[in-house]
């Protein structure tokens, strides 16, 4: 189907001859004026691009446009203007027109620009989906459990997204404090704003100075450009800055400053920025005992947990592990194209009566392993990685004699290289430990 255009021009030979232009690529609305123009586009959902003359009678074209973007409609407006009024257009542009062409308009660039405004509609409308895709994907529900202790965090998420309360999330590894940054934002008054994310502890002092507040050219050696920093990237949305507890001291400060003022200076300038972020942290560490050693300053402590949300263990909502484990071995068969069903009372078994230090990664870690070593349509003890097994034999084991032990670990080291057909790597993947080790150990067997 041919793309739509309203042609907007209180001179009729000049809309008629556009029209006439236009008609064998696209279909073609015309108006005589503003008012009109508003008709023409509620009575016509099709149409996509208003080509516009910018001075009109009644209603200019500036009026037109902020009219037709207060009722919502997916159209995109282009202007024509003459020398004399250039300064309107590039107004007009600010405002949130797509570009503006000059009289007497040149054909072969009046095409160049429909054609190009309508790429950039076509852009942004899949932006928007793939906006909603992520919001469906880190939709509440997708925060898995019905235990107590995930409702309670649940309501708080409700209660604080709407707002632009900093939320310090706390935590051990694996428990999903990302996830439910990512929930608050996006489920937040500035989901359509940017999402930038930090891990504090995986960049050095000097590189994450630059990083979160970036640098001018020429400050520092290697600076042979400007840098926007993650402050300035995640203006009008939100910054995550994960692993905050391993933040410098003297980042501490001026994060500390920008909390209090929204403002900061990018490395080596001497300029003051000022944008609108909401910071969204989150840590494993006891911050409290590192304000107590000095470490981490209480002041921005106290600023950082306006709201605190803290992730339980999985150790401590074992509740919940039946619907993960539904959840993700639905998933990774998706991802590896395994028929999947189930998993058996066995295997189920196992996984409960471990611990999982790693948390709800080390689960995701574990499922996919077994969905990826499964022979069959149920997951099956046999699937299971063996420091599962290992673990439950260690339990089960009367006595816990070192001897038994020692055949435990030979029994699981030999399944993971049948199941892995020999591939060392891959083997010492599947048992979770490293190379080095599973060498030593098969040296120890006489392997080697």
């Known amino acids: 189907m041919k793309p739509s255009i309203l042609i907007v021009d209180d001179d009729k030979a000049v809309r008629e001859n556009l029209a006439k232009y236009l008609s064998g690529e ?30 009109m009678p009644e209603m200019d074209g500036i009026e037109l446009l902020e009219k037709i973007k207060s009722s919502n409609k997916d159209v995109v407006t282009v202007f024509v203007t003459g020398f004399s009024t250039i300064e309107s257009a590039v107004d007009a542009m600010r405002k949130g027109a797509y570009d503006y062409l000059t009289k007497p308009i040149d054909l072969n660039k009046l095409e160049i620009t429909i054609k190009n405004a309508l790429e950039n509609k076509k852009l942004r409308s899949e932006n928007i989906m793939l906006k909603q895709q992520i919001r469906e994907k880190f939709d509440a529900t997708t925060l898995i459990g019905s235990s107590r202790k995930i409702k309670e965090i649940m309501d708080l998420v409700k209660r604080v997204s709407n707002t632009k309360a900093t939320v310090l999330i706390l935590g051990e590894s694996g428990t999903g404090k990302e996830l439910v940054a990512n929930i608050i934002h996006y489920n937040s008054l500035v989901s359509n704003g940017p999402f930038i994310k930090v891990n504090c502890s995986a960049l050095a002092e000097g590189v994450l100075e630059s990083e979160l ?16 920093g993650r402050f300035e990237l995640a203006d009008g949305g939100t910054l995550f800055l994960d692993e905050i507890g391993d933040l410098p001291p003297s980042i501490q400060v001026k994060l500390l400053r920008f909390l209090q003022e929204s403002e900061f200076e990018r490395v080596g300038g001497t300029k003051t920025m000022k944008v609108d972020v ?4 989150a840590t494993n560490k006891d911050l409290e005992h590192l304000v107590k050693e000095e470490k981490f300053r209480d002041d921005l402590f106290y600023r950082l947990k306006v709201v605190t949300i803290e992730v339980p263990p999985l150790r401590d909502r074992k509740e919940d592990i039946q619907l993960l484990v539904d959840y993700h071995l639905r998933r990774f068969s998706e991802i590896h194209n395994k028929k999947v069903k189930g998993i058996t009372a066995d295997a189920m078994k196992v996984i409960k009566s471990y611990n999982w230090p790693g948390n709800i990664r080390e689960l995701m870690n574990c499922l996919e392993s077994a969905v990826v070593m499964s022979l069959g349509d149920m997951i099956d003890v046999d699937a299971l990685p063996p420091f599962l097994t290992i673990r439950q034999a260690e339990q089960s084991a009367l006595p816990k004699s070192a001897a038994n032990l020692f055949e435990i670990e030979k029994k699981a080291i030999y399944e993971a290289l049948k199941k892995s057909q020999g591939n ?25």
Do not use: C
């Open 424 to 448: 060392k790597a891959e083997a010492a993947r599947i048992l979770g430990i490293g190379l080095r080790t599973l060498y030593r150990k098969l040296e120890q067997y006489g392997e080697i």
């Open 213 to 228: 507040f970036g640098h001018e050219k020429g400050a520092f050696t290697g600076a042979l450009y400007m840098k926007r």
């Open 26 to 55: 696209y279909i073609t609305y015309t108006a005589s004026n503003g008012y009109e123009a508003i008709k023409k586009v509620n009575e016509n959902s099709d149409i996509e691009v208003i080509l516009s003359d910018l001075k």
């Open 278 to 281: 909401r910071i969204i942290s």
